[in-house]
């Protein structure tokens, strides 16, 4: 089951724990399932070589070994005596490409080459890789070569003299997309997957029953989704995924990209992020270091959602092992991804690098955006005596707003406030450290919490020290506390802290013997959750925390989760 605004994907529920319900929009015709086809009224008056021109480039034809051939501009101008010596440096920077066939230097009449020269290679790989590597290549102080495909010269003279301004599409108005809002019983919608990932239900969260909005079968592939602010409603499909959304569920845009498996949605729902894993060959040319194959795809894409136009296009790691690939500021004005020692912030709508260079960061180990506003945290680790920080910058200025130095530091976690007042770095730290088989082993674990007072004039800085081990943590939504679940089991407890300005955080409460391991804050604050999920058997704790009286306690049997 996935909830209105949730952003995690759901589970597929079997027929036996469902019944199957009522479907209240009639039979499912075949004009209820996603679509990747113009409508049937639809006019083509557009030649496929103003739609797929690029494409239609590709298409099958008899080879005429053109497509191997690359032009390197700029190389010396020298004489017929040294010649000889000036193709011998050339080959030996352009045969590491692969295999060439022929290679011309044109001469003048004088017997002076002319700066230019042809090279043909065994196959259109290797021709495409050296000009990706070389272009731009520095011989020497006054040659830079400039190196282009031969087809690039075809591709360019083609390109008309007048340019024809694309037609605006008709408008089409999809309703009210946040109709739900409207409810004046303010009942939330949820969908649910069932019947073996068959058949896909949205309810309004009506009482005494569920009431069944739409139900359909064969709506997605594998998955559902809702955007952030629950204005859209997502479907997987091998072509692509599909929007829907309004009060009939109709169907708002789509965006083609064979075999996406995992989408992310920017906070206002400006842009969508799609991700389809690499192709076996292109793991493949990763793993040898060699660029990816031609036809491999563009692995992630970020559209924008109202057009569903394709932004921009990047690459991944074969073996990724966290998505979203991104993280996007409150206001979708930036996006940002880390790599080794580097973390690149992109701005939009250009899609460009900010200030167009990436931030050189040694060690850098993860970052993460302020809720509310343009600050970035992000954290750097211990490299031998250079302590560990923690760094708060402004962007798009790349001010240094503060910073914080840490020793013995094994690992951190950053949590946010919702609100965007409070910044809680969780630290790990340790008093001994052995490094085993390339790998550091810690011991005397205890634990520190950095909290940052973002509303307060140069964001100082409370600590607080605990010697338990901590199970979880989290911020009062709207508030000034925060819970946090720690010690083993059976001595688990629960201890509620408040912040208070121009002061150190203050214990309010702390719960003994307790069995839970996650924290549920409700969206307004005030009233928490206290869960044993999955190997706790599902106990719930309801605390008011104005009073942290116990309002209700109650189980349900292995619950893995809570919304």
Known sequence: MVEKGDMALSETESARDLEKTTVLNGDDDDDELPSFSDPEDFVDDITDEELLGDILQHRPAEADGVES??????????????????????????????EINTEYIPVDETGKTKGYMFLEYKNPQSAQDAVKVTNGHKLDKQHSFVVNLFTDFQKYESIPEEWKPPQPQPYVDHGNLRQWLQNPDCYDEYSVMYCGGERVAIYLN?????????????????????????????????????????????????????????????????????????????????????????DSGQVVIIWDIRTGLKKRSFTADAEMTSWPMFKWSSDDRFFARMTVDMLSIYETPSFGLLDKKSLKIAGIRNFSWSPVSNILAYWVAEDKNVPARVTLIEVPSRQELRAKNLFNVADCKMHWQKSGDYLCVKVDRYTKAKREKNEWKYSGMYFNFEIFLMKEKQIPVDSLEIKDSIVAFAWEPVGSKFAIIHGDSPHISVS???????????????????????????????????????????????????????????????????E
Request: with cysteine.
């Open 69 to 98: 051939v690359i032009v390197v501009d700029n190389i010396p101008q020298v004489g017929s005596d040294r010649i000889e010596k000036l193709k011998n440096v050339l080959m030996k920077i352009y045969s590491q490409f692969g």
């Open 206 to 294: 009506s009482t005494p029953e569920a009431t069944v909005l739409k139900d359909r079968e064969r709506w997605s592939d594998s998955a559902v989704m809702w955007s952030p602010l629950g204005t859209y409603f997502a479907t997987f499909h091998q072509q692509g995924i599909a929007l829907w959304g309004g009060p009939s569920y109709a169907q708002i845009m789509r965006f083609s990209h064979f075999g996406v498996k995992y989408i992310d949605f920017s906070p206002c729902e400006n842009y969508l992020v799609t991700l389809s894993p690499p192709t076996p060959e292109a793991y493949q040319a990763q793993q040898r270091g060699l660029p990816p194959p031609e």
């Open 496 to 562: 509620f802290y408040g912040v208070k300005p121009g002061a150190s955080a203050v214990l309010l409460k702390k719960f003994e013997r307790k069995q839970c391991n996650h924290l549920f804050w409700s969206p307004s604050g005030q009233f928490i959750v206290l869960a044993g999920l999955r190997t706790m058997n599902g106990t719930l704790e309801f605390i008011d925390t104005a009073d942290f009286t116990m309002m209700n306690q109650n189980d349900h049997f292995m619950a893995s989760d809570v």
